[in-house]
């Protein structure tokens, strides 16, 4: 089948919409259709996304113009993505408010991937639309959250799917270097090593690790991404105080494996009332991309018992997760995995074969087919 996807606007940036469009892209070409993703490139070349966001180049690309940064970005690739649609297709994917409301007038086979609830009356009026829409083909929700926050809004709501975000299992098969890695980190490659990996605003529980490293001594916490002018302000907190955590800012997404590799156990210590970028709480619908490569890392996670992330990880059975305001018990499951080898193992062993169940291919054929 030949399938148009309209993907994010917010691309070559610190971000996970970006980077589950372009898995998402490869995901469907690999399941054997003819995928042209319509994303705007603008200064950067089509080679750059395919090294940036480290996915095969088995799918078209078709550049648009966009803007960077503000609220009109959506709407303008919205807008500039109808004037890309030239040819037959058998499905429109589309992840674009604007681009759905607008082609639900006359386009055909819409498929809408949300990620989030409607806020505002605009995106509740556009959520009504798709409802009726014939040319609404199917809603699919990443999270039962986000599907039960929609549903108290869309009454009749009955052409949907729940897909959950996925992970490339074949990224998590690289064997590195372990000592070298740490080494190059100038962490000691003796120490234990617990990573964060993701954005470091407020919300997502960094203030918990620096508290940790300040009580554990004997452990290294390495945390793993933020915009560089948040990594300066951490930095600046615990300059001559912490020397066993490492703040490394913001890297590409293709050498995210590498930390994992150094890494003997992962946190995602979230705020009870935690936000995306600073927009409503996101504690019952988001579902990370991290989950899902944390998974497959095979490396035990210590989370926050949170909705968006209870739906996913199982407590004591390829996780931990634990009261999010509690700097202890985040405390005591580190120190219990570290302790005992058998918990640790089978933590491990579950996380891998769950994984294996959340491929990107296998949400994109849920999309199409389910």
């Known amino acids: 089948m030949k399938i148009i996807y309209v993907g994010s606007p917010e691309l070559f940036g610190t971000g996970a919409s970006s980077i589950h469009v372009a898995k998402m892209s490869e ?28 996915v095969e180049p088995i799918f078209n690309i078709i550049p648009t113009l966009g803007v960077k940064r503000g609220w009109l970005r959506h709407f ?11 040819d037959e297709y058998d499905f429109i994917v589309t992840r674009n408010i604007t681009f759905a409301y607008i082609g639900s007038f006359f386009l055909r086979n819409i498929i809408i991937d949300i990620h989030h609830p409607p806020v505002n009356f ?8 798709f409802e009726k829409s014939s040319n609404i083909k199917k809603i699919s929700f990443n999270s039962e959250g986000t599907y039960e926050e929609t549903k108290k809004i869309l009454k009749k709501l ?8 996925g992970v490339d299992i074949k990224s998590f098969k690289v064997d590195y270097d372990v000592d070298l890695i740490k080494k190059d980190l100038n962490i000691d490659v003796n120490k234990k090593v617990v990573t964060y990996v993701g954005n470091i605003y407020k919300g997502r529980g960094i203030d918990k690790i620096i508290k940790l ?12 991404g933020g915009d560089e002018s948040e990594v300066l ?4 907190d615990i300059v001559n105080k912490n020397k066993n955590i490492l703040f490394t800012g913001h890297i590409l997404h293709r050498f995210i494996p590498k930390m994992y590799s150094i890494s003997d ?7 009870d009332d935690f936000t995306i970028k600073g927009d409503i709480d996101a504690s019952g619908f988001s579902s990370p991309i991290k989950i899902f490569e944390h998974l497959a890392s095979g490396k035990p996670i210590v989370a926050s018992d949170l909705k968006s992330i209870n739906r996913i990880l199982t407590n004591e059975i390829d996780s931990i997760l634990v009261d999010p305001n509690s700097i202890t018990s985040y405390k005591n499951a580190i120190l219990s995995l570290i302790n005992n080898e058998d918990i640790y193992k089978s933590i491990s062993s579950n996380a891998l074969n769950k994984a294996n169940t959340q491929s990107w291919q296998r949400r994109a ?5 389910k």
């Open 27 to 54: 995901a469907f070409a690999m399941n054997g259709h003819e995928v042209h993703l319509i994303i705007p490139i603008n200064n950067k070349s089509i080679d750059d996304f395919y090294y940036y966001y480290d």
């Open 76 to 86: 303008i690739h919205g807008v500039a993505s109808l004037f890309k649609l030239k």
């Open 122 to 129: 605009i995106s509740k009026l556009a959520y009504k639309r």
């Open 158 to 165: 009955d052409k949907y799917v729940i897909c959950h975000n």
């Open 213 to 224: 490293s300040q009580e554990m001594k004997d452990i290294f916490f390495l945390i793993v």
């Open 233 to 236: 302000d951490y930095k600046a």
């Open 265 to 271: 156990i992962l946190i995602i210590p979230y705020d």
């Open 365 to 369: 054929s849920n999309i199409i087919n």
